[in-house]
């Protein structure tokens, strides 16, 4: 069982994430008006659909999984913050390679490399929200990481 909840909560994870890139990606570019197509309606469409129902999914599992971890043996709270640091780390190399792509979107775009400036705009801002995004799923699972370390205080 508790494999099946680190694969599934892992991968749910991945999958809002991804989803929560692609549609803001296209929601940016919608907004900036660089395309308005159907197909970028679409887009958004499909990846509103997707988000409604991953997220309260990866929640649910999240949730589950940290309860049979509050109630488990310290043998199983080590595979709980084994998960917890794998997907800590994934997400600090989002945040930096988000970052990374970031300024090197705004130095094309002050260096006049880019075909448009709405265009560098709209990629500037995919790597903001990634950044921002990969930065959330950080910190919330490198709370339980710091939390089990001697002289940690909550207050």
């Known amino acids: 069982m508790q494999q099946y909840l680190f694969r599934a909560t892992g991968t749910i994870l991945a999958m809002t994430y991804l989803t929560f890139v692609v549609t803001m990606h296209a929601l940016w570019r919608l907004w900036l008006g660089i395309e308005s ?5 679409q887009t958004i469409a ?23 971890v509050a109630a488990a043996a310290p043998a199983r709270r080590h595979d709980f913050r084994t998960y917890v640091l794998a997907v800590a780390v994934v997400a600090l190399f989002a945040v930096f390679g988000s970052a990374g792509l970031g300024v090197a979107v705004l130095a094309r775009l002050a260096l006049g490399v880019m ?19 990969a930065t959330g799923v950080w910190y919330l699972h490198w709370g339980y990481i710091v939390q089990d370390q001697p002289g940690y205080d909550v207050g």
Not at 37 to 41: E, I, Q, S
Not at 117 to 133: H, I, P, Y
């Open 37 to 41: 197509d159907v197909a970028t309606r």
């Open 115 to 133: 075909e448009t400036s709405a265009a560098g705009w709209a990629q500037s801002l995919l790597a903001v929200t990634a950044m921002l995004g």
């Open 46 to 68: 499909f990846g509103l659909g997707v988000l409604v129902v991953t997220t309260p999914l990866w929640w649910l599992h999240w949730r589950w999984m940290r309860w049979l």
